[in-house]
Structures are given as structure tokens and as C-alpha cells.
């Protein structure tokens, strides 16, 4: 999977590509349940801040556990693009 940081496209986001897939995670939503860490270790991790981001590597993460820790997200924190730009998770 090729990976790479969009950091701030909107503030208070963090954004990377996986593949076709487009993810983002909106700071401002994330509350820190680790619902996606569980999910997805491999891919994200807790900031000083308590608030998911993406590890260093998260390419390594399979795309199955990438998908369903996005959609494992009980605040919408986490959303999902196509590679034809459609929303699919939240």
C-alpha cells in the first residue's frame, strides 16, 4: 500500500492515502476510545494528546483491519474515501 501524509487539508485533520483509499481522522472528533487501536494496531496510535493518529509504518496495516478500525469508530472520527471519491465509511 502506498501511504502519504496530508497533514492539516483541513485543520484539526490528519490525512493519509492507502491504495485507493483516502482516510481521515478529524482531531476535533476523535474523544480516545481506541476503538480503531484495537482494531488496527499497526496503523494508529494515541498521541501525547490522548487522540488517535497515525503510526509511522501504517502502511504495514492490512487494508481489512484498516476499513473495519474505520468503521469501528463510535464518533465518526474516522472517515473513508474510494478511489473514485465517494464516502464510504462513515
Known sequence: M???F???AVAGT????????RVQIDR???VGFGD???EAPGAFEFDDEGIAVFRKGAEEES???LLDACASCPVD???VWDGSGEQIIP
Open 28 to 30: 476535533l472528533l476523535c
Open 14 to 21: 490528519e490525512e493519509r492515502t492507502f491504495g485507493e483509499y
Open 77 to 79: 472520527a474516522l472517515t
Open 36 to 38: 480503531c487501536i484495537a
Open 63 to 65: 487494508l481489512v483491519a
Open 6 to 8: 496530508r497533514g492539516g
Open 2 to 4: 502506498d501511504t502519504h
